[in-house]
């Protein structure tokens, strides 16, 4: 059985500052791993993905995230907020590459 | 490309009425999946399909809920009857199996529900 989790269910960072998203992963076998980002009102956004090659994966719009198999982590950061970076992330996880689940989500703000 | 195209964006219904919900996938696309999202469970599979055939119906929550795939551009997700419990956004998403790894789906902008 696969389980993410994602610590803070709320992050808030000054514009300008490091943004950091927690996810933890549980998956009997090696993962592929991703990030959406969800804006207001609309569907969920690709922003990267892990699928066995690098470790360190970028993404759109600044993201990366580092995959680390002896902490079961994933976790989402770029060095600098803007403000459009606010919205909500979901980390999934996915055995078979194709039925995902879905961590409950953080949300970000970015204050000015 | 188009994207993911749902309809209706906006569904409002009396409880007990039948609601469908519409998807047309990406052109070449060959897996489609239901999802629902409510602000106490989060985003919740609910049925996916590969090459039109349902796989996994695991997540469908009761049987009032039914989804088709008639052909590879179109998909339906069924309620009746409907319930205000059934009020949440309901997403639609596909993505390509081609062998290989890692199979991003991409997601509709969603259809919210609202049963009164």
């Known amino acids: 059985a696969q389980s993410v989790t994602q610590l803070g269910s709320h992050v808030s960072v000054s514009e300008g500052a490091l943004v950091l998203l927690r996810c933890n992963y549980s998956?009997?076998?090696?993962?592929?791993l991703f990030w959406y980002v969800q804006y207001p009102n609309q569907g969920l956004q690709l922003l990267l993905k892990y699928t066995s090659a690098a470790t360190l994966v970028k993404g759109i719009n600044g993201f990366e995230a580092e995959f680390k198999k002896s902490e079961t982590s994933f976790h989402l950061t770029k060095p600098s907020a803007h403000m459009s970076d606010a919205a909500e992330y979901f980390c999934?996880?996915?055995?078979?590459?194709?039925?995902?689940?879905f961590g409950p989500g953080t949300r970000l703000s970015v204050l000015p | 490309d188009a994207g993911v195209i749902q309809s209706p964006r906006h569904e409002v219904t009396e409880m007990g009425q039948e609601v469908t919900l519409r998807c047309k996938p990406i052109s070449g696309h060959n897996s489609l999946f239901w999802y629902r999202q409510t602000m106490m469970r989060g985003l919740e599979l609910l049925i996916y399909?590969?090459?039109?055939?349902?796989?996994?119906d695991s997540g469908m929550p009761e049987d009032r809920f039914s989804a088709k795939m008639p052909n590879a551009s179109f998909s339906t997700l069924k309620i009746q009857p409907s319930e205000p419990r059934d009020s949440a956004v309901y997403f639609c998403?596909?993505?390509?199996?081609?062998?290989?790894?890692?199979?991003?789906?991409?997601f509709g902008p969603g259809t919210r529900l609202t049963v009164t």
């Open positions: 998956s009997s076998v090696p993962p592929y």
């Open positions: 999934a996880v996915s055995a078979s590459g194709q039925n995902f689940v």
């Open positions: 399909f590969n090459n039109n055939v349902p796989i996994d």
């Open positions: 998403a596909s993505s390509l199996r081609s062998g290989g790894a890692g199979y991003e789906q991409y």
